[in-house]
């Protein structure tokens, strides 16, 4: 079992390992900035309002449902569907050891849905519901699956700074495609290319990322240690799975603590991940913004966001990644009540906001994923991080729930983004209860120096 990385003069290829993790989430990163954060929320609402009824609504499923609220009722639906799927990953991961080979196949269905955006339009909103959620499915058990390797990949006292260098490395990569999605976007006429057609190259173009940079960590990634025997018929395989998947749901009771941060991190990250699959939305319907100034300040989350995630973890190394992030959570709730205030129609303040957004965001992420492999009984990474990544990187599923009933109910996208706070409140309140020393000895890993 893998429970921690030895010096790097003790592996000489443990830099190359690193390094084929951090371009994992230089990957899968364009998906979360251009496909969930900026272009697909705004589109796929426009294409649902074309096909809505006389009273605004649309009917998938037969249920009626708001034309604004579809992209967050299907980003939901989404998540409740990738549940189970991210379970069984992990624990058939964990049996069989296939961690990368699973996460290589996941990647690229995510990567073959995101390309199929690029033939939306019209008004086939249930095609972009469809494809969004394969995509994002795909991204949270690809996700999970990466983020298992992490305790093999650095020593207790290093997986800070590990984890906000892979941050560090998706949002860059995520920033680089922004860069070139917006000089296309921007210059579409006079490439001879409609909105429309602008930004389905834009959606596919994440795709197309995804795709060919995940061929490196499939590369470079070590191989992992099976917890069970392979040797085993199919059937077995499967009632195997399951039966490890109804262990691990048993066996967080044995871990209390652990439990009691999971289900903080849920919460608080639930608002963090709706702030980002939201923002364009809110940022066109309540703000007024144009799409080149919501593309050039997602950009600026992205930017921000680097300097943001290594700085945290250089404040984790002296006050703990508790701490550190405890200070993060209050930094959301000043920034979000700002953007419930900020006027509409300006730019400068919805730059600010994006400024404020990028410097707390890829700290408080990377910390948390950092504290949580900590808290992880051995031989059990990608199970657990399964469960991690229910809440995590755009596939919250409470937080947009909330926010699309605030504004059907209500009608405002302003008391559907303040609606968020109660997550973050939540949150703080229930991390601040976890004693992160104790959770960590109980499940038999080594303490950092400071934590």
Known sequence: MITSAPAATERPDLKRAQLGWYLNDWANAAFAATVLTVFLGPYLTDIAKKAADAHGDVHPLGIPVRAGSFFPYTVSASVLLS?????????AADRTGRHRTLLGVFAYVGAGATLGMFFLGGHHYLLGGALLVVANICYAVSAALANSFLPGLAAPDDRDAVSSKGWAFGYAGGGL??????ALYSGHSALGLSTGTAVRLCLASAGLWWAVFTIFPMLRLPSRPATAPVERPVDEHAGGTLRELAGTLRGMRQYPLTLLFLIAFLCYNDGIQTVISQASLYGSEELGMAQ????SGVLLVQIVAIGGALLLGRIARRYGAKRTILGSLVAWVVTLAFGYVMPAHQPVWFYALAAAIGLVLGGSQALSRSLFSHLIPPGREAEYFSLYKISDRGTS????????LAYQLTGSYRVAIISLLIFFAVGFALLLLVPVRRAIEAVGNPVPAIS
Do not use: E, S
């Open 83 to 91: 549940v189970v799927i991210m379970l069984l990953a992990g624990a």
């Open 177 to 182: 495609l922004l860069i070139v999605n917006l």
């Open 292 to 295: 080149g100034t919501l593309i």
């Open 397 to 404: 599923w409470m937080g947009p729930l909330v926010f699309g």
